[in-house]
């Protein structure tokens, strides 16, 4: 069964950092091209960062560029997201997504909440 499980979501203070992952299982993780999203309250589900393969290749939304950093250790099923001086507008359920590089098929990890605040 397809899986992904994100961890290391919390509560941090502006300017803090975190770093989550997202541990895969079920399928081939080396193929896939991985993402992350994020929702907040009311809110459309946006693109955080992508990470492709084989060249790993990341790209990243302009709001976290320079502050996030999206990668992947394909011997360990696993891709991060290291986030470093979070925002208030930080704020939300982050969500691991695997790809496939044609785009007609995709899987969602359950989400993690990343709370940024005083």
């Known amino acids: 069964q397809v899986q992904l499980v994100e961890s290391g979501g919390g509560l941090v203070q502006p300017g803090g950092s975190l770093r989550l992952s997202c541990a895969a299982s079920g399928f081939i993780f080396s193929r896939w091209a991985m993402s992350w999203y994020r929702q907040a309250p009311g809110k459309e589900r946006e693109l955080v960062a992508a990470?492709?393969?084989?060249?790993?290749?990341?790209d990243y939304a302009d709001s976290v560029k320079d502050r996030f950093t999206i990668s992947r250790d394909n011997a360990k099923n696993t891709v991060y997201l290291q986030m470093n001086s979070l925002k208030p507008e930080d704020t939300a359920v982050y969500y691991c997504n695997a790809r496939w590089p044609d785009g007609l098929a995709e899987y969602w990890g359950q989400g993690t909440q990343v709370t940024v605040s005083s």
């Open positions: 990470i492709s393969r084989p060249d790993s290749r990341a």
